[in-house]
């Protein structure tokens, strides 16, 4: 099982920029390949998919709603995920949560999106103010 703690969340202004981190443990680069995502879940409504990387083949993707403001990236050296998040607006607040699976078909198609990793962090609160 892979070990996830997020960082970086808190209080920003609308078009603010945050950097939240996923330091992972229990998993060894490339050994199985993982996909790793972000989610974001505000209460009331359904978690959503923000942003996928595999680790095989350095392939990302994002979610429209996020695509061009948010970068999914990975240092496999200081074992850490990243999700850079500019030009933030109050639809962003949320819990984030990272996410982790040995699954390749959910990071070479869109299932990602479903939700379906086995390990997840226990969240991190962005709060987006105008």
């Known amino acids: 099982r892979v070990h996830l703690v997020e960082f970086g969340g808190g209080p920003v202004l609308s078009g603010g920029s945050l950097r939240l981190s996923c330091e992972f443990s229990g998993y060894s680069y490339g050994n199985p390949p993982m996909c790793m995502a972000w989610f974001r879940q505000v209460v009331g409504k359904e978690r959503e998919g923000v942003a996928a990387?595999?680790?095989?083949?350095?392939?990302?993707d994002h979610a429209a709603s996020v695509r061009g403001r948010f970068t999914i990236s990975q240092d496999n050296a200081k074992s850490t995920l990243y999700l850079q998040m500019n030009s933030l607006t109050p639809n962003d607040t949320g819990v984030y949560y990272c996410?982790?699976?040995?699954?390749?078909?959910?990071?070479?198609?869109?299932?990602?999106?479903?939700?379906?990793?086995?390990?997840w962090g226990q969240g991190t609160q962005v709060t987006v103010s105008s």
């Open positions: 996410a982790a699976d040995s699954n390749p078909r959910l990071c070479q198609s869109d299932a990602w999106r479903t939700g379906g990793f086995e390990d």
């Open positions: 990387s595999y680790d095989a083949d350095a392939t990302t």
